[in-house]
């Protein structure tokens, strides 16, 4: 992820949508004084949807860290990668390796997959819901410069929103929802260079280009990006608010009708160059980006450092992000 763009002051900050329960309304079937009996809108049907655990998707976050920085051409890329694979089979999905070698920047050659994870199969309409689960080989924006050649062990910029999606894989199993789900991890999406944004992203790019169904539609998609972090600030971003203004309100509004409308503000942001960029502008599917820019400071304080780990991630954080996206997909239809 490529911060661009600049921070604009002035915190603006909206206070969740609370629905005020009314305990003195009449009874809506009481008779009128002619005794006719008022219509009455039917209440919208409530949608059946499982609950997500912050607990689950916390220890997805541990098991990831545990391999260590999963930085292409390493190790730890490559068992991560087979857990993966595995983990999401054993949740009951139909799972597609999108392996590739890809050029990087500085000329690295990079043996990259992405991970894609399919429900309900025979389903013509589908979702997307997308993270990257590769880490930043370089930490430089590190406060100490000796840690600049380091790998990032990207907790939150990578592992969070994986685990939040391996957690809606396991809830998918559990309660199958109406409408196919994608589910995505993205490889290579933090191998850039500052100041190029096409240089970030590269498993996104190459799917955007040749997805793993030809001709896939979705009618949308959900691209999650440091999902995992306290206090964590998810504004209307630039490019989701130009490409998918309509999935914007779709996301922001159940967030708001949850009682997360702290973490999912109504603050429009400058548009921000990840994954779901190269979805709405190749794939033309519309696809929001749920990332954490907080105002005035941007990305999280650990941002591409050594100290992205697990005591960045609050349960909280996860819970809202969590919850936001299985009911917009069991909403879905
Ligand atoms: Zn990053």
């Known amino acids: 992820m490529e911060q661009t763009g600049i921070m604009i002051a002035n915190r603006l900050l909206i206070a969740a949508a609370f629905c005020l329960m009314c305990t003195s309304c009449d ?39 545990a391999f260590g920085p999963r930085v292409p051409n390493t190790g730890a890329h490559v068992q991560c990668a087979r857990w993966l694979e595995a983990k999401l089979t054993g949740l009951g999905a139909k799972v597609v390796m999108q392996p590739a070698n890809v050029k990087a920047w500085n000329g690295d050659q990079l043996s990259i997959v992405n991970i894609i994870a399919s429900y309900n199969l025979e389903a013509t309409r589908r979702v997307m819901v997308t993270a990257h689960w590769d880490s930043r080989p370089f930490a430089d924006q590190d406060a100490d410069p000796e ?9 939150n910029d990578g592992a969070s929103g994986v685990a939040v999606i391996l957690e809606i894989a396991r809830q998918l199993q ?52 440091m999902v995992g972090a306290k206090y964590a600030q998810f504004p209307k971003e630039g490019y989701s608010m130009q490409y998918a203004p309509d999935v914007v309100q779709r996301v922001w509004d159940a967030a708001r009708s949850l009682g997360h409308g702290n973490f999912f503000i109504s603050r429009r942001n400058d548009p921000i160059v990840d994954d779901h960029y190269y979805v709405n502008k190749i794939a033309q599917i519309p696809m929001v980006d749920v990332i954490d820019i907080r105002q005035g400071t941007g990305f999280f304080d650990d941002w591409h450092t050594r100290g992205d780990d697990i005591t960045n991630i609050d349960k909280p954080t996860l819970q809202a992000v969590g919850e936001t996206v299985l009911a917009v997909v069991y909403q879905a239809r």
């Open 27 to 65: 009874d809506p079937k009481t008779p009128d004084s002619k005794g006719v009996v008022a219509e009455v809108a039917e209440p919208s049907k409530a949608i059946e949807r499982p609950a997500f655990s912050a607990d689950s998707a916390f220890v997805y976050i541990e098991k990831q860290l």
């Open 147 to 155: 840690n600049h050649d380091d790998p990032v062990p990207a907790a």
């Open 174 to 225: 559990l309660l199958p929802a109406d409408i196919g789900v994608d589910l995505l991890l993205w490889d290579a999406e933090d191998y850039g260079s500052p100041g190029e944004s096409d240089s970030y992203a590269l498993g996104s790019q190459l799917w955007a280009r040749q997805p793993h169904v030809p001709g896939y539609r979705a009618i949308f998609g959900i691209n999650l990006d």
